[in-house]
T-cell receptor, first 114, second 113 residues
Framework: DAGVIQSPRHEVTEMGQEVTLRCKPISGHNSLFWYRQTMMRGLELLIYFNNNVPIDDSGMPEDRFSAKMPNASFSTLKIQPSEPRDSAVYFC????????????FGEGSWLTVV | AQSVTQLDSQVPVFEEAPVELRCNYSSSVSVYLFWYVQYPNQGLQLLLKYLSGSTLVKGINGFEAEFNKSQTSFHLRKPSVHISDTAEYFCAVSDQGSYIPTFGRGTSLIVHP
């Protein structure tokens, strides 16, 4: 079975450019998470969707970040404009909604903003 | 609110030695507990989880963890590590009122030959 699929795997962009990260969750999963991982801050939850609706976006750093989930099989995380401090690994993850359920992570999108 | 503390940021160990990675949590209600592993350049994957029942939980790759409610701990152990166990290990807690787990900062396990 296909896992969580993220694209691009690697992105190098210049400061000020728009970045769009994409995610396809596991089919049938109705919870979707976007995380950011850095050496300084560890693993941070950015936003959580349930049934395509954003439930908790308290981790989104600022207005430059936005996330959408137009349908059950696709989500995007957009940064506009990008800054060097946005350089990180961004993970998408999905699960069946339920307390104690396993979260399945994608392989991550490695973003470098120069 | 729930929180997780992984007491060691890095644990070096020799191959075939035993290892324990420590995790303490804070929550005012009953919890679910998880250990995830992240191999280099990969996403996190579940090692094991405690939901209820036996406090000793066995996971993949020979790992096990013990839930200790009185000490609010969920330490991960393996009796004999391999080079291939070199990875980042994350403890996570989810209280029974939340769908969203809280992750610790991670412990880097480095296995030397």
């Amino acid at each position: 079975d296909a896992g969580v699929i993220q694209s691009p795997r690697h992105e190098v962009t210049e400061m000020g450019q728009e970045v769009t990260l994409r995610c396809k969750p596991i089919s049938g999963h109705n919870s979707l998470f976007w995380y950011r991982q850095t050496m300084m801050r560890g693993l941070e939850l950015l936003i959580y969707f349930n049934n395509n609706v954003p439930i908790d976006d308290s981790g989104m750093p600022e207005d430059r970040f936005s996330a959408k989930m137009p349908n059950a099989s696709f989500s995007t995380l957009k940064i506009q404009p990008s800054e060097p401090r946005d350089s990180a690994v961004y993970f998408c993850a999905s699960s069946l909604t339920g307390r104690g359920n396993t979260i399945y992570f994608g392989e991550g999108s490695w973003l470098t903003v120069v | 609110a729930q929180s997780v503390t992984q007491l060691d940021s890095q644990v070096p160990v020799f191959e075939e030695a035993p290892v324990e990675l420590r995790c303490n949590y804070s929550s005012s209600v009953s919890v679910y507990l998880f250990w995830y592993v992240q191999y280099p350049n990969q996403g996190l994957q579940l090692l094991l989880k405690y939901l209820s029942g036996s406090t000793l939980v066995k996971g993949i790759n020979g790992f096990e963890a013990e839930f200790n409610k009185s000490q609010t701990s969920f330490h991960l152990r393996k009796p004999s590590v391999h080079i291939s166990d070199t990875a980042e290990y994350f403890c996570a807690v989810s209280d029974q009122g939340s769908y969203i787990p809280t992750f610790g900062r991670g412990t880097s396990l480095i296995v030397h030959p």
